[in-house]
């Protein structure tokens, strides 16, 4: 059984950093695609950024989020920086299955999600 669990959420100010972790069992990061979406309030859950033989990112994000893997700790980030208001979110880590990316149904796992708030 696939379990992911995030963490590294939180309250930062605008123009701070977050690092987000996804700490995996059950399977290996490195074997597989992995995503994070994110779902504000009142919102659909959208893409944030994937990592397979690549790296790929929102537009929203590009730039100031990177995503990355420590295959050893079997862990994938999401290094935050220059955050604004309207990242605020529930962040959720995912592992890929089959598909286009950036669609939340290419992935069959998901985390419970950690919080994110920036304020202004």
């Known amino acids: 059984q696939v379990q992911l669990v995030e963490s590294g959420g939180g309250l930062v100010q605008a123009g701070g950093s977050l690092r987000l972790s996804c700490a995996a069992s059950?399977?290996?990061?490195?074997?597989?695609?992995m995503g994070w979406f994110r779902q504000a309030p009142g919102k659909e859950r959208e893409f944030v950024a994937a990592i397979g033989r690549s790296t790929y990112y929102a537009d929203s994000v590009k730039g100031r989020f990177t995503i990355s893997r420590d295959n050893a700790k079997n862990t994938l980030y999401l290094q935050m920086n220059s955050l604004k208001p309207e990242d605020t979110a529930v962040y959720y880590c995912a592992t890929y299955y089959s598909g286009h990316y950036y669609y939340e149904d290419a992935y069959n796992y998901w985390g419970q999600g950690t919080q994110v708030t920036v304020s202004s």
């Open positions: 059950g399977r290996t990061v490195s074997s597989t695609g």
